[in-house]
Each structure stands twice: as C-alpha cells, then as structure tokens.
C-alpha cells in the first residue's frame, strides 16, 4: 500500500492511500463534526495496512488540530 505523505487539512490534500480511499473516508468521518464517545475498529489480517492506513488517519487529526 502506498501513501502519498502530502500536508494539508482539506479532502484534496489528505495523505492518498492507494487502494484505500473508503477507509480513509471513514477515518475523516471520525474527524469531522458529532457526538463525542466515537471511536474506529481497524482490523483485519497481517500486511493489510492497518498501521498505514493508522498513520496517515493520525497525520490527517494532526493537520486538523487534533492531540492525543
């Protein structure tokens, strides 16, 4: 899975996961306005992505404001 690591805070410039587009989408639907007490489930089997789709979910809070 490739990420393309570019800056910013709007949908045009979020880290691209080839391949991945849905679960990012996802992960930006987490980000963005409702309730609070959400949370994302991200599994699956090994050498899946999940701890890249994890980092660029997490660069994207970043550039948003987000801290943990």
Do not use: N, Y
């Not at 805070?9 to 309730?35: F, I, N, S």
């Not at 660029?56 to 943990?68: D, E, M």
């Amino acid at each position: 899975m490739a990420v393309d690591q570019r800056a910013g805070t709007g949908p045009a410039d979020r880290p691209a996961l080839a391949g991945r587009g849905a679960e990012l989408g996802k992960v930006e639907g987490l980000l963005g306005p409702g309730p609070a007490g959400r949370a994302l489930v991200v599994c699956g089997e090994p050498g899946i992505g999940k701890s890249t789709l994890w980092e660029a979910g997490a660069g994207l809070a970043r550039s948003r404001g987000f801290r943990w």
